[in-house]
């Protein structure tokens, strides 16, 4: 039996969207959503861009401070709130060294007037972790030298680095507290398609020699199909499906991951053209004002009275094999 490094329990974040007392309005940008993710593994998480996918990484390390729900982390309770009731929370201070985030966008979060040096030292320097300099400029490099750069670059500014290189100093500055838990959030949506690879194949190698646990996201499924083990799919802040990556694109039980398995071009023009392209139309509901019932159902081929009228359950359809669907039997 794996152990549960993390567990998020029906998580919950409304953002503020004006409005006074009772016309108060709130972007649900997570709503109810809950899953586990094992030591050693990677969670991918997906979905359309806007679906809440940040918000579930950031409020899950409590870089926000959720609205509802339940974090643990490695078998203690850090987090526990019921909407507007009584609030249970851990100081974040040890955990700020255990659990981490990389960045989607390396240039915005780099500061372009520190060294790279110093960048990757800053996490260091805040948490006491080297006894003086000389220890200090050696782990820098150590960690340069982990993430595929060297001690060359410790004197340059973050401008003067490609994307790739920039994406790899973010992961070096990560690494720097020896995390166990890396939220990575579309670490590689900003690069070139031909750097995606070696920078995913880097976080592979890192997860194996550092026993690393990763929450892996992206907007798009075939970048975290071969890096994760399992996968979980959101759409406007519901979880709608979660599966072993195998499963999930070889046995998808939502329409909405349907969707999106279909949109991943297939190399062989053969299989291509006999394969069926599901495009969904419109656009996806504001998070602000979402359908009622079945978030999805607005832009789902099976949607019918009873998508409107009551939310789908979020259930264990087969061993491991997690969705919420009233027509889960129409996709198979
Ligand atoms: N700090 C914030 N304040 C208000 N709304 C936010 C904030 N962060 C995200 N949102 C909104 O929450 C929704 C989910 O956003 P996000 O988690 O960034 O999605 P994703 O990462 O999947 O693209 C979006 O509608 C976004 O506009
Ligand atoms: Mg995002």
């Given at each position: 039996m794996h152990e549960k490094l993390v567990e998020v329990e029906h998580l919950?974040?409304?953002?503020?969207?004006?409005?006074?007392?009772k016309n108060r309005r709130y972007i649900k940008a997570v709503d109810d959503v809950s899953f586990y993710i094992h030591k050693g593994e990677t969670l991918?998480?997906?979905?359309?861009?806007?679906?809440?996918?940040?918000?579930?990484?950031?409020?899950?390390?409590?870089?926000?401070?959720?609205?509802?729900?339940?974090?643990?982390?490695d078998g203690k309770v850090i987090f526990q709130k019921e909407e507007g009731g009584a609030r249970i929370a851990e100081s974040m201070t040890p955990y700020r060294?255990?659990?981490?985030?990389?960045?989607?966008?390396?240039?915005?979060?780099?500061?372009?007037?520190?060294?790279?040096?110093?960048?990757?030292?800053e996490p260091i320097d805040i948490h006491n972790l080297a006894k003086d300099k000389k220890e200090r400029y050696d782990r820098i490099i150590?960690?340069?030298?982990?993430?595929?750069?060297?001690?060359?670059?410790?004197?340059r500014y973050p401008h003067e680095f490609s994307g790739g290189q920039r994406q790899r100093v973010g992961i070096a500055r990560a690494l720097a507290v020896s995390p166990e838990f890396i939220v990575c959030d579309e670490p590689v949506s900003a690069l070139d398609v031909s750097i995606q690879a070696?920078?995913?194949?880097?976080?592979?190698?890192?997860?194996?020699?550092?026993?690393?646990?990763?929450l892996f996201i992206a907007h798009d499924?075939?970048?975290?199909?071969?890096?994760?083990?399992?996968?979980?799919?959101?759409?406007?802040?519901?979880?709608v499906e979660l599966a072993d990556s195998f499963e999930l694109t070889a046995h998808c039980m939502h329409p909405y991951t349907?969707?999106?398995i279909s949109a991943i071009p297939?190399?062989?023009?053969?299989?291509?053209?006999?394969?069926?392209?599901?495009?969904?139309?419109?656009?996806?509901?504001?998070?602000?004002?979402?359908?009622?019932?079945?978030?999805?159902?607005?832009?789902?081929?099976?949607?019918?009275?009873?998508?409107?009228?009551?939310?789908?359950?979020?259930?264990?359809?087969?061993?491991?094999?997690?969705?919420?669907?009233?027509h889960l039997d129409k996709c198979n």
């Open positions: 919950k974040q409304y953002f503020p969207a004006g409005g006074f007392g991918g998480l997906v979905g359309e861009s806007g679906c809440g996918k940040t918000t579930t990484g950031r409020s899950l390390l409590r870089l926000y401070e959720p609205t509802a729900g339940k974090i643990t982390y060294k255990k659990m981490h985030i990389v960045f989607q966008d390396p240039y915005a979060s780099l500061d372009p007037r520190m060294t790279v040096g110093d960048i990757v030292g150590e960690l340069l030298r982990q993430v595929g750069l060297n001690s060359e670059h410790a004197n070696q920078v995913i194949n880097m976080f592979e190698d890192l997860q194996q020699k550092l026993g690393l646990t990763y499924l075939s970048v975290v199909k071969h890096i994760s083990n399992r996968i979980g799919v959101m759409y406007l802040g519901n979880m349907q969707s999106l297939i190399a062989d023009p053969k299989v291509a053209r006999s394969s069926k392209r599901i495009v969904l139309e419109g656009d996806v509901p504001s998070p602000l004002n979402p359908p009622s019932g079945c978030r999805f159902r607005t832009r789902c081929p099976y949607a019918d009275e009873q998508c409107a009228c009551e939310r789908p359950a979020w259930k264990e359809v087969k061993a491991g094999h997690y969705a919420a669907c009233h």
